[in-house]
């Protein structure tokens, strides 16, 4: 019997993803999306908010926690963390030990009433320790988690009972990162990608169904917090990793080494994800570091196309860009709302809106959608607008929920929404919202 290859098995698998991620686009249920490029593909969304501002349809009470929602079969899965002792507070440069649980929630999508719970004991030692990180993972009937101190599991969507856990900390012999494990879990067919982080495992893939691992590869001092990324650039799946030391290009099923190239951003401040756009993959990082590499077709190493400088190129802190044809929008770590051009890493123009000024750090989390694009900022505020290559236009703001999180000097909203349902999920460490985005 002939088998197929393994990069014809990931491409199929890449067109699968693709493919369902468009017939299922009321759903998110992943980390930006289901084809994770922040893109909201329903129509009969609103075009601008009513006077008494969007229609809160429900609300339901949760904890601390910077995971998203993600949505998936009139689902919301949200991780939250239920403090028993200490108090989150904004230490950049150390680690606060407090007591909680970790816990994995599940609501229906309509109305918010809880389906399950499932919570376990987690002791903190990060900084910013407010909570997961992770916006869980689902992919059919399972849901994929990743705790803040490290803890993976796969639990079933139908009742949140656990198939499998591993506490990547102990089994991989590898110490926390100071900000906490972050780094998004990717399914990319019947594996599961990781980054531990360590020496030969800053990134593994393990079985969905089991846990065992499949594949290790890459060493690195600080694993980052991208997420993993998968692209096909010109026919050719890879599997696009950054830590906190270079980016490094990987085929899928293997976790063979095509290429590296060195990017290093401060304190090992990797958190967006890669993105591509055309031939070009763009990375960017703390310390205005920024970066564009030119793929080329026989997957080697890949031209440095353009280096950042302060007046080119994006730095986000803790949100990622939106690719929109050969422009790049996002938020750079002051705060500033950006527009580069990916080929070149020229900026055509910047804008301070979105936060109302520059306050020198800030965070806003934006998708591409119909009529308008959707931006949530750390302010609370749901904004829409028109980003294009000439500039930002402001249609309207509404109020969705009040800052919660010990932030630098000031309470902030640090977690991504959901789009799904014609509707907003979007949480604080009081409550999770859901807001009608439906066209009149």
């Known amino acids: 019997m002939k088998f197929p290859s ?15 991620g468009a017939a299922l686009s009321e759903d998110w249920p992943r980390w930006l999306g289901p084809q994770g490029d922040s893109q909201w593909k329903e129509t009969g969304l609103l075009a601008k908010f009513p006077a008494a501002g969007p229609t809160v349809k429900w609300k339901v009470p949760v904890r601390w926690g910077f995971s998203g929602p993600a949505v998936a079969a009139g689902k919301v899965f949200v991780m939250d963390y239920d403090i028993t002792e200490g108090k989150p507070d904004a230490n950049p440069g150390g680690r606060t030990k407090i007591q909680g649980q970790e816990r994995v929630r599940c609501f229906e999508s ?33 849901v994929y988690t990743l705790g803040a101190e490290g803890l993976l599991s796969c639990l079933s969507c139908e009742d949140g009972k656990p198939l499998w856990t591993l506490d990547l900390k102990t089994f991989y012999k590898v110490p926390s990162p100071i900000w906490g494990f972050a780094s998004h879990p990717l399914v990319v067919g019947d594996l599961l990608i990781v980054k531990p982080g360590g020496e030969g495992t800053t990134v593994v893939a393990l079985d969905k169904k089991s846990g065992k691992e499949v594949w290790r590869a890459l060493s690195s001092k600080e694993p980052g917090y991208a997420p993993p990324v998968l692209i096909d650039h010109g026919g050719q799946p890879q599997l696009i990793i950054s830590h906190g030391e270079a980016l490094a290009s990987l085929e899928p099923l293997t976790g063979k080494v095509h290429w590296t190239v060195p990017f290093v951003p401060s304190y090992g401040m990797a958190i967006m994800a890669p993105r591509l756009a055309g031939d070009f993959l763009v990375m960017g990082g703390m310390g205005k570091k920024s970066i564009g590499l030119k793929l080329k077709a026989d997957l080697t190493t890949p031209d440095i196309a353009w280096e950042g400088t302060p007046k080119t190129g994006l730095s986000p802190k803790n949100s990622t860009p939106v690719v929109d044809g050969n422009l790049i929008y996002g938020c750079d770590a002051d705060g500033e709302l950006r527009c580069f051009d990916a080929a070149t890493g020229e900026r055509r123009w910047t804008s301070v809106e979105v936060l109302g000024s520059t306050p ?73 919202v859901c807001v009608s985005m439906a066209a009149e």
């Open 6 to 20: 393994p990069r014809a098995t990931v491409a199929a698998a890449l067109l699968l993803f693709t493919s369902a």
């Open 110 to 142: 309509a109305t918010g009433k809880e389906l399950w719970t499932h919570a376990y004991d987690a002791p903190y030692e990060l900084s910013f320790p407010a909570g997961p990180r992770c916006t869980p993972t689902v992919d059919g009937d399972l």
């Open 360 to 432: 020198g750090s800030g965070t806003f989390f934006a998708v591409k959608a119909s009529p308008h694009w959707v931006i949530f900022n750390e302010l609370g505020e749901l904004i829409l607008a028109d980003l294009t290559k000439d500039g930002y236009k402001e249609s309207g703001r509404a109020k969705l929920l009040e800052p919660t999180s010990p932030g630098m000097g000031r309470k902030v909203v640090w977690t991504h929404p959901a789009f799904a349902e014609k509707c907003v999920f979007v949480r604080n460490d009081v409550e999770m």
